[in-house]
């Protein structure tokens, strides 16, 4: 954080969305270490830490398998594409989520069909089966913001036959009842980039699943289609996860379950100072979820205006996302058009993210409460 002299010369305290410093501070020695030993046994691709993580990962979430690739969207691609979703295969997912979910049917070739959300942001069960046909073959669940998305419910309107997909890039340690979001349908798919709940160094991700088979093709696909060197029995990708980034993973791993608790901890405090205040919106948790708020969303009517003045101000608000994926222009081809998706239309003209990360102080938070309500 800076101290700032502003032009109507009062002092104020920059508080910025997202500061990874006090993660880094409490790994950097362990990493140091563990870069060390990595650079003297010149294993760079996979390799001993790469292993490791995948274990430690899978014992975490008590799933059975975990394949680590090089960024989410690749485990969102190799996903689909292990489960046996390609070319022209029906894919169901929210509209209301970070690009690279659609992205990843598009690369493997299907056909998208969005559906909207609730006011949980999560996709809405009732539009769900409103969309899904004979032809659909999987649904992608997104555990948007770090909440779980009720898979219970959507395999209950797809039954066994579709693949349910967890995008779980925003969900790290998130929990639906006993189990974790990453273990609860048929393959799930995370992001380690920087600033997720459970973040690598530089691009990371991973695959996971209780299919053997679906695991033992992923391993395959991440490196060339094939699981032993010049054995290509499809045609692959390279999308291995490096060990360096393994080493940051494992050393993270361990502090990620603290670390949800101080954002849960920083989300329940801005939500007892807004939740009474007039023209704000606050989020809610489904009962029986541990949400570990990757976002700390509000809703506001004169959004645009307030995240300018926040900003303006040295208070680093954001908006996740500015427009519903079927309103993009990369994906205009495939979308029903605007007006097709009224609550997440509206969502995306009045969701404002707050900053939350481990490690954001009181005083820092209370400023950023401060500063929003003198604006509403
Ligand atoms: C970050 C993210 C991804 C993509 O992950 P990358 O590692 O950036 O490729 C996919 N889906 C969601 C919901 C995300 O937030």
Same mark, same amino acid.
């Given at each position: 954080m800076t101290t700032t002299a502003r032009s109507d010369a009062t002092l104020t305290t920059d508080v910025p969305m997202l500061d990874l410093g006090y993660q880094n501070r409490q790994v950097v020695d362990e990493v140091a270490e563990g870069f060390a030993r990595v650079i003297d046994a010149n294993?760079?691709?996979?390799?001993s830490d790469v292993s490791a993580f995948e274990r430690q990962y899978a014992a975490y979430l008590h799933v059975d398998h975990v394949v680590g690739v090089g960024n989410g969207t690749d485990a969102l691609v190799l996903a689909l594409r292990a489960a046996g979703i390609g070319r022209g295969d029906e894919v169901v997912l929210p509209t209301n989520t970070f690009v690279a979910t659609a992205e990843a049917v598009a690369l493997v070739g299907g056909v998208i069909r969005f559906v909207d959300c609730g006011p949980d942001y999560l996709l809405d069960v009732d539009a769900l089966g409103a969309a899904?046909?004979?032809?659909?073959?999987a649904v992608i669940a997104v555990h948007l913001y770090g909440q779980v998305a009720p898979v219970e419910r959507i395999r209950g309107i797809v039954g066994d036959d579709v693949v349910i997909v967890e995008d779980a890039a925003q969900s790290q340690g998130a929990r639906s009842g006993d189990r974790w979001a990453g273990a609860l349908g048929d393959v799930a798919a995370t992001s380690?980039?920087? =600033?997720?709940?459970?973040?690598?160094? =530089?691009d990371a991700g991973a695959v996971m699943t209780g299919s053997a088979a679906i695991a033992d093709r992923v391993r395959a696909l991440r490196n060339? =289609? =094939?699981?032993?060197?010049?054995?290509?029995t499809e045609i692959g990708t390279n999308s291995r996860l490096d060990s360096l980034q393994a080493v940051v993973l494992n050393a993270k791993l361990a502090r990620l379950d603290g670390w949800n608790q101080e954002r849960r901890a920083i989300a329940t405090r801005y939500t007892e100072a807004l939740a009474d205040v007039d023209g704000v919106t606050v989020p809610t948790t489904t009962p029986g979820v541990d949400h570990v708020f990757h976002q700390y969303v509000v809703e506001l009517d004169d959004r645009d205006r307030v995240l300018d003045e926040l900003n303006a101000v040295g208070i680093g608000a954001g908006i996740h996302?500015?427009?519903?994926v079927h309103l993009l222009p990369a994906f205009a081809e495939v979308s029903p058009g605007a007006g097709a998706f009224p609550v997440a239309e509206r969502q995306a003209g009045r969701i404002m993210s707050l900053p939350i990360y481990p490690g954001l102080d009181e005083g820092a938070q209370a400023r950023v409460v401060e500063q929003l309500v003198a604006r509403l």
């Open positions: 294993e760079f691709i996979l390799g899904v046909s004979s032809e659909t073959r380690f980039y920087p =600033g997720k709940n459970l973040g690598a160094f =530089g060339h =289609g =094939g699981l032993r060197k010049y054995e290509h996302y500015p427009a519903p």
